[in-house]
Protein backbone atom coordinates (compact mmCIF):
# COMPACT_ATOMS: atom_id res chain seq x y z
CA UNK A 1 0.00 0.00 0.00
CA UNK A 2 1.15 3.21 -1.11
CA UNK A 3 0.35 6.10 1.87
CA UNK A 4 -0.86 9.50 1.03
CA UNK A 5 -0.67 10.31 4.80
CA UNK A 6 1.58 8.74 6.80
CA UNK A 7 2.60 9.07 10.20
CA UNK A 8 5.34 6.78 12.17
CA UNK A 9 6.27 7.45 15.91
CA UNK A 10 4.75 11.38 15.90
CA UNK A 11 4.73 13.38 19.14
CA UNK A 12 4.26 16.66 19.45
CA UNK A 13 4.56 18.68 23.08
CA UNK A 14 3.29 22.11 24.08
CA UNK A 15 6.20 22.84 25.88
CA UNK A 16 6.39 20.21 28.77
CA UNK A 17 2.79 18.90 27.91
CA UNK A 18 2.59 16.24 26.06
CA UNK A 19 -0.16 15.94 23.59
CA UNK A 20 0.59 13.27 20.98
CA UNK A 21 3.13 10.49 21.48
CA UNK A 22 4.01 8.01 19.05
CA UNK A 23 1.07 8.23 17.13
CA UNK A 24 1.31 6.14 13.99
CA UNK A 25 -1.09 5.32 10.96
CA UNK A 26 -0.69 5.16 6.98
CA UNK A 27 -3.63 6.52 5.00
CA UNK A 28 -3.91 5.10 1.38
CA UNK A 29 -4.92 7.63 -1.40
CA UNK A 30 -8.05 8.16 -2.00
CA UNK A 31 -8.96 7.03 1.86
CA UNK A 32 -11.79 8.68 4.41
CA UNK A 33 -10.69 8.57 7.59
CA UNK A 34 -12.41 10.38 10.87
CA UNK A 35 -10.68 11.28 13.73
CA UNK A 36 -11.96 11.00 16.81
CA UNK A 37 -11.18 11.44 20.85
CA UNK A 38 -12.15 13.20 23.93
CA UNK A 39 -11.02 17.09 23.72
CA UNK A 40 -7.69 17.57 24.21
CA UNK A 41 -6.78 14.52 22.44
CA UNK A 42 -4.94 16.25 20.11
CA UNK A 43 -7.05 15.95 17.01
CA UNK A 44 -7.02 19.72 15.92
CA UNK A 45 -2.88 19.74 16.20
CA UNK A 46 -2.57 16.06 14.41
CA UNK A 47 -4.48 18.03 11.46
CA UNK A 48 -2.03 21.14 11.52
CA UNK A 49 0.64 18.40 11.92
CA UNK A 50 -0.58 16.89 8.49
CA UNK A 51 -0.97 20.20 6.96
CA UNK A 52 2.45 21.25 8.13
CA UNK A 53 1.48 24.24 10.15
CA UNK A 54 3.22 23.03 12.94
CA UNK A 55 6.42 21.01 13.02
CA UNK A 56 6.43 17.10 15.26
CA UNK A 57 8.64 17.26 18.18
CA UNK A 58 9.70 13.72 17.10
CA UNK A 59 9.02 11.03 14.00
CA UNK A 60 8.37 11.48 11.09
CA UNK A 61 5.34 12.83 8.82
CA UNK A 62 4.86 12.40 5.03
CA UNK A 63 2.88 13.44 2.36
CA UNK A 64 2.80 11.02 -1.41
CA UNK A 65 5.80 9.37 0.29
CA UNK A 66 8.02 12.70 0.99
CA UNK A 67 8.65 14.02 4.27
CA UNK A 68 6.73 17.34 5.23
CA UNK A 69 9.40 19.38 6.20
CA UNK A 70 11.20 19.03 3.19
CA UNK A 71 7.80 20.55 1.10
CA UNK A 72 8.25 24.26 0.70
CA UNK A 73 5.24 26.08 1.93
CA UNK A 74 3.49 27.38 -1.04
CA UNK A 75 4.24 23.46 -2.39
CA UNK A 76 2.44 21.88 0.27
CA UNK A 77 -0.73 24.12 0.11
CA UNK A 78 -1.18 22.98 -3.38
CA UNK A 79 -1.35 19.41 -2.17
CA UNK A 80 -3.02 19.34 1.43
CA UNK A 81 -5.94 21.96 2.35
CA UNK A 82 -7.18 22.51 5.93
CA UNK A 83 -10.87 23.39 6.57
CA UNK A 84 -10.56 24.78 10.31
CA UNK A 85 -13.10 25.58 13.07
CA UNK A 86 -13.17 28.98 12.66
CA UNK A 87 -12.49 31.46 9.81
CA UNK A 88 -12.28 35.52 10.55
CA UNK A 89 -12.45 37.76 7.71
CA UNK A 90 -11.76 40.95 8.87
CA UNK A 91 -13.35 42.81 5.71
CA UNK A 92 -16.67 42.66 3.71
CA UNK A 93 -15.21 40.33 0.74
CA UNK A 94 -17.76 38.69 -1.69
CA UNK A 95 -17.79 34.78 -1.13
CA UNK A 96 -16.44 34.64 -4.65
CA UNK A 97 -13.55 36.87 -3.18
CA UNK A 98 -13.07 34.99 0.07
CA UNK A 99 -12.76 31.78 -2.02
CA UNK A 100 -10.54 33.14 -4.71
CA UNK A 101 -8.09 32.91 -1.76
CA UNK A 102 -7.40 29.10 -2.24
CA UNK A 103 -5.84 30.02 -5.05
CA UNK A 104 -3.00 32.01 -3.36
CA UNK A 105 -0.35 29.05 -3.78
CA UNK A 106 -0.92 28.86 -7.05
CA UNK A 107 -0.61 32.83 -8.08
CA UNK A 108 3.40 34.28 -9.62
CA UNK A 109 5.08 36.32 -7.07
CA UNK A 110 3.22 39.31 -8.88
CA UNK A 111 -0.02 38.17 -7.88
CA UNK A 112 -2.08 37.67 -11.52
CA UNK A 113 -5.11 36.10 -11.64
CA UNK A 114 -4.80 33.44 -15.02
CA UNK A 115 -7.57 31.97 -16.71
CA UNK A 116 -6.86 28.32 -14.16
CA UNK A 117 -7.50 30.34 -11.19
CA UNK A 118 -10.50 31.67 -12.48
CA UNK A 119 -12.14 27.78 -13.36
CA UNK A 120 -10.22 26.58 -10.21
CA UNK A 121 -12.47 28.93 -8.08
CA UNK A 122 -15.20 28.03 -10.59
CA UNK A 123 -15.36 24.55 -9.64
CA UNK A 124 -14.93 25.02 -6.27
CA UNK A 125 -18.46 27.19 -6.13
CA UNK A 126 -20.10 24.87 -8.05
CA UNK A 127 -19.10 21.62 -5.98
CA UNK A 128 -20.08 23.34 -2.85
CA UNK A 129 -23.27 24.77 -4.20
CA UNK A 130 -22.58 28.04 -3.06
CA UNK A 131 -22.46 29.58 -7.05
CA UNK A 132 -25.82 31.41 -6.26
CA UNK A 133 -23.99 33.23 -3.58
CA UNK A 134 -20.81 34.46 -4.92
CA UNK A 135 -21.54 38.07 -4.29
CA UNK A 136 -22.68 37.81 -0.86
CA UNK A 137 -21.15 38.38 1.92
CA UNK A 138 -19.98 35.81 5.28
CA UNK A 139 -22.43 37.67 7.63
CA UNK A 140 -25.26 37.46 4.88
CA UNK A 141 -25.33 33.57 5.13
CA UNK A 142 -25.87 30.80 7.02
CA UNK A 143 -23.60 28.66 9.40
CA UNK A 144 -23.97 25.94 6.89
CA UNK A 145 -23.61 27.89 3.78
CA UNK A 146 -20.57 29.77 5.67
CA UNK A 147 -19.28 26.10 6.49
CA UNK A 148 -19.24 25.40 2.41
CA UNK A 149 -17.29 28.94 1.84
CA UNK A 150 -14.11 27.43 4.15
CA UNK A 151 -14.64 24.27 2.24
CA UNK A 152 -14.60 26.22 -1.23
CA UNK A 153 -11.28 27.99 -0.32
CA UNK A 154 -9.97 24.47 0.14
CA UNK A 155 -11.28 23.22 -2.67
CA UNK A 156 -9.59 26.34 -4.84
CA UNK A 157 -6.17 25.01 -3.94
CA UNK A 158 -7.02 21.54 -5.99
CA UNK A 159 -5.29 19.73 -3.40
CA UNK A 160 -4.74 15.64 -3.19
CA UNK A 161 -5.30 15.72 0.95
CA UNK A 162 -8.50 17.44 2.33
CA UNK A 163 -8.04 18.06 6.31
CA UNK A 164 -11.34 18.77 8.75
CA UNK A 165 -11.49 20.05 11.83
CA UNK A 166 -14.92 19.11 13.28
CA UNK A 167 -16.55 20.07 9.94
CA UNK A 168 -20.46 19.33 11.62
CA UNK A 169 -20.04 21.77 14.30
CA UNK A 170 -22.63 24.11 14.50
CA UNK A 171 -24.77 22.63 12.20
CA UNK A 172 -28.37 21.26 12.68
CA UNK A 173 -29.13 17.52 11.71
CA UNK A 174 -30.47 18.54 8.15
CA UNK A 175 -27.56 20.67 7.39
CA UNK A 176 -24.80 18.09 8.96
CA UNK A 177 -26.52 15.19 6.50
CA UNK A 178 -25.97 17.55 3.64
CA UNK A 179 -22.73 18.52 4.57
CA UNK A 180 -21.58 14.54 4.35
CA UNK A 181 -23.47 14.27 1.44
CA UNK A 182 -20.91 16.72 0.08
CA UNK A 183 -17.90 15.09 1.65
CA UNK A 184 -18.84 11.45 0.31
CA UNK A 185 -19.06 13.12 -3.19
CA UNK A 186 -15.44 14.78 -2.97
CA UNK A 187 -14.02 11.50 -1.77
CA UNK A 188 -15.75 10.03 -4.80
CA UNK A 189 -14.27 12.42 -6.82
CA UNK A 190 -10.73 11.05 -5.79
CA UNK A 191 -9.88 13.22 -3.02
CA UNK A 192 -8.14 11.54 0.52
CA UNK A 193 -9.95 12.97 3.41
CA UNK A 194 -9.41 13.09 7.29
CA UNK A 195 -11.85 14.67 9.48
CA UNK A 196 -12.09 15.37 13.32
CA UNK A 197 -15.55 14.40 14.11
CA UNK A 198 -17.36 14.12 17.26
CA UNK A 199 -20.93 12.05 15.86
CA UNK A 200 -20.08 8.19 16.16
CA UNK A 201 -23.27 7.47 14.81
CA UNK A 202 -22.45 9.38 11.12
CA UNK A 203 -18.58 8.23 11.81
CA UNK A 204 -19.77 4.33 11.69
CA UNK A 205 -21.91 4.81 8.74
CA UNK A 206 -19.46 6.79 6.68
CA UNK A 207 -15.86 6.47 7.48
CA UNK A 208 -14.66 3.15 6.56
CA UNK A 209 -11.42 4.28 8.42
CA UNK A 210 -10.76 5.80 12.21
CA UNK A 211 -7.83 7.04 13.89
CA UNK A 212 -9.38 7.03 17.99
CA UNK A 213 -6.78 9.21 20.25
CA UNK A 214 -7.28 9.74 23.86
CA UNK A 215 -5.49 11.04 26.40
CA UNK A 216 -4.37 8.38 28.17
CA UNK A 217 -4.33 5.80 26.40
CA UNK A 218 -2.78 6.37 23.30
CA UNK A 219 -3.91 6.08 20.12
CA UNK A 220 -5.76 3.57 17.86
CA UNK A 221 -6.23 3.02 13.83
CA UNK A 222 -7.93 0.50 11.61
CA UNK A 223 -11.30 -0.19 10.28
CA UNK A 224 -13.76 1.80 12.16
CA UNK A 225 -15.68 -0.98 13.15
CA UNK A 226 -13.02 -2.76 15.17
CA UNK A 227 -11.75 1.16 15.93
CA UNK A 228 -15.04 2.06 17.81
CA UNK A 229 -15.87 -1.26 20.05
CA UNK A 230 -18.15 -0.24 22.22
CA UNK A 231 -16.06 -0.79 25.55
CA UNK A 232 -12.81 1.07 23.66
CA UNK A 233 -14.86 4.29 23.58
CA UNK A 234 -16.09 4.09 26.54
CA UNK A 235 -12.71 3.78 28.10
CA UNK A 236 -11.51 6.94 25.41
CA UNK A 237 -14.32 8.74 26.37
CA UNK A 238 -14.19 7.80 30.18
CA UNK A 239 -18.16 6.78 30.15
CA UNK A 240 -18.35 4.27 32.55
CA UNK A 241 -21.88 2.80 32.82
CA UNK A 242 -23.41 5.90 32.19
CA UNK A 243 -24.37 5.57 28.24
CA UNK A 244 -26.26 2.62 28.35
CA UNK A 245 -28.68 4.45 26.35
CA UNK A 246 -26.72 6.40 24.25
CA UNK A 247 -27.26 5.77 20.35
CA UNK A 248 -23.96 7.13 19.39
CA UNK A 249 -22.05 4.64 21.51
CA UNK A 250 -24.24 1.25 20.25
CA UNK A 251 -23.43 0.07 16.92
CA UNK A 252 -26.58 -1.69 16.34
CA UNK A 253 -28.93 0.99 17.65
CA UNK A 254 -26.90 3.70 15.10
CA UNK A 255 -27.64 1.59 12.42
CA UNK A 256 -31.36 1.34 12.63
CA UNK A 257 -31.74 4.85 13.43
CA UNK A 258 -29.70 5.73 10.22
CA UNK A 259 -32.32 3.59 8.25
CA UNK A 260 -34.77 4.98 9.88
CA UNK A 261 -33.35 8.55 8.97
CA UNK A 262 -32.29 10.46 6.01
CA UNK A 263 -29.73 7.69 4.66
CA UNK A 264 -26.14 8.48 3.25
CA UNK A 265 -24.12 7.01 0.35
CA UNK A 266 -21.48 5.06 1.63
CA UNK A 267 -18.46 5.01 -0.34
CA UNK A 268 -15.22 2.43 0.88
CA UNK A 269 -11.82 3.46 0.38
CA UNK A 270 -9.92 2.49 -2.80
Request: glycine share 10%; no cysteine.
Amino acid sequence: MNAFLQFEQVSFTYGLRPILTDVSFALPSNGLMALVGPNGAGKSTLLRLAAGLLSASGGTIQIAGRGVDTWQRRELARTVALVPQHLDIPFPFTLEQIVAQGRTPHRGWLGGVSQSDLAAVERALQLTGITHLRGRTMNEISGGEQQRVKLGIALAQEPGLLLLDEPLQHLDIGRQAEFLHLLLDLHGRGLTIVAAMHDLAAVRAHFPLTLLLTDAAGHMFGPTAEVLEEQRVHAAFHLGHRSQGDPQLHPQTTERSHRQTRPLRKRNSR
